[in-house]
């Protein structure tokens, strides 16, 4: 039997993944530059879910709905009925469509529903959102009707796929408490909040002081913003529930190295402290945070499960995806 935590809840693991290939960099980044990165990204996924599986992970896979798609043709086909009016006009990627590839093979940094289908079809992963267009919150310009047809067209795409949508994460983190009830319209039951320390507030783009993306960068190495596992009863009164993020897994760092074994310790204290006292941990990243040394982050991944397999044994931490979490809050609202 497993020792009891302080609250008697059992802590909670979670991970999610912001999937979004080149459709969540290109208004930052050309192509050429991030083109390897992206293609190991492609490669690390069936590395990731082989882990997971091996593991008993079940993870959340945030993923832009244009991945969906087939290529420009279907994409085209399915538009939103109403596309987002931002005042920055570069961070729409309507324009950029006529421009993409008719097919995965031909184009496979802007479409990948062989990824999405492997992903789907491995136990325990579930298939959530991440917006149809990579869709941003809090910029100027976009107004919650927009959004609303965004999130149906993703839902459509998910639809085509035999997949219902149920978790949605952000771009960029842009939280907007407004479009929550349209979250819950479209059938959203589990969101991704930020994490609560300053340094990791939601802010727009070009709004993001240097010093808060420093401390972030610290707080991966050192106890800065202290333990950040969340109370698995405090999520929110209504649906959508709030499942916040504790913490970013960083890619392994060649210029950091000596300081690794540093960051592996503050994420298994971490998650130790969240097994002891009942806590949800959430980990979270993007697969092509992995694209550029998938090895060296595999192994650092392989690390931080067999953590959790031993404060499973321990202390009967589970692994749920974003979704269980909810449906499992929801069910002791109803009791
Ligand atoms: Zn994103």
Redesign the pocket.
Known sequence: MPELSHNGEEGVFTLSL?F?LF??LRDILTKEACRETLFGARRAIPEILALFSGYGIHATW?T?GFLFCSGRGELLKNLPELLPSYEESSLSPYPAIANTGNSEEEDPLHYAPSLVRQIAATPGQEMAT?TFS?YYCLEKGQTAEAFRADLEAACRAAAREGIELRSL?F??NQFNEEYLSVCREQGIIAYRGNQQNWMYRASTTSGEPKLKRLARLADAYLNLSGFNGHLATVLGETLPFNIPASRLLRSVSSRLKLLEPLRLQRIKKEMSHAAENGLVYHLWW?PHNFGNDISGNIAFLRQILRHYRQLRERYGMRSMSMAEIAEQAQQKLSR
């Open positions: 912001d979004e459709w969540g945030a832009v991440h990579h994460v771009p960029r993007h």
